[in-house]
């Protein structure tokens, strides 16, 4: 059973700060995903990363996927407040289309 | 406009009652699941239908099922509620097995 595990799970920091996000996997899989959750609100795609050694940027996030090492970074630079919302990292089986779901990190950046 | 619609956005209802929620997708997709999100705001899938076909059959009380009476559309009836059926459920839809896009959630509320 794959298993996915995001530490940490709250993450409180500064805006200015630059911190990281990372999404452990059990399991083979080259195709990961990274998810904005906004409270109340559904689930905004934010990274496809399909490969191994994958590297996506937008604004002040950017994404990596190590499929060797299973595991897949998000690096926050230089936090906003905008930045405040929950992130999920998902990993897809080989086969088939099956979602699983990292627990989610709840970041919170204060002025 | 909308990419993945649910319908109600809002369920409030008894213990023991029976409901639906609805789901649709204009994005021409092929495939649709149902995701539970508990009040740990952990996501987990419970259904996936291709094509009206069902190919992701979670271990959920055999109360819950699903219906897709074409892909485009996929509904989720649940008989005999119980108070641990609250949760937000996400409808999502994907070609094959790309990425996946989310419905706005219903938030169902069990008294």
């Known amino acids: 059973e794959l298993k996915v595990e995001q530490n940490p799970l709250f993450l409180s920091m500064q805006e200015g700060k630059n911190y990281t996000i990372y999404c452990n996997y059990s399991?083979?899989?080259?195709?990961l995903y990274w998810y904005r959750q906004d409270p109340g609100k559904s689930l905004e795609s934010l990274f496809v990363?399909?490969?191994?050694?994958a590297v996506k940027q937008e604004g002040r996030l950017m994404a990596s996927l190590d499929t060797k090492a299973r595991l897949s970074t998000l690096h926050i630079t230089a936090a906003v407040h905008d930045l405040s919302a929950t992130y999920f990292c998902?990993?897809?089986?080989?086969?088939?289309?099956?979602?699983?779901f990292g627990e989610g990190t709840q970041l919170t950046v204060n002025p | 406009d909308t990419a993945v619609s649910q319908t109600p956005k809002y369920l409030v209802t008894q213990m023991g009652n029976d409901k639906s929620i609805k789901c649709e997708q204009n994005?021409?997709?092929?495939?649709m699941y149902w995701y539970k999100q508990d009040s740990k705001k952990f996501l987990k899938i419970m259904f996936s239908?291709?094509?009206?076909?069902?190919?992701i059959n979670e271990t959920v009380p055999n109360r819950f099922s699903p219906k897709s009476p074409d892909k485009a559309h996929l509904n989720l009836h649940i008989n005999s509620l119980e108070l641990g059926d609250s949760a937000v459920y996400f409808c999502?839809?994907?070609?094959?097995?790309?990425?996946?896009?989310f419905g706005p959630g219903t938030r169902l509320t069990v008294l």
């Open positions: 999502a839809s994907s070609q094959l097995a790309g990425e996946q896009f």
């Open positions: 399991t083979t899989s080259d195709r």
């Open positions: 990363l399909l490969s191994n050694g």
């Open positions: 998902a990993v897809q089986e080989t086969s088939g289309s099956r979602l699983t």
């Open positions: 994005l021409g997709h092929d495939t």
């Open positions: 239908y291709n094509n009206k076909e069902l190919i």
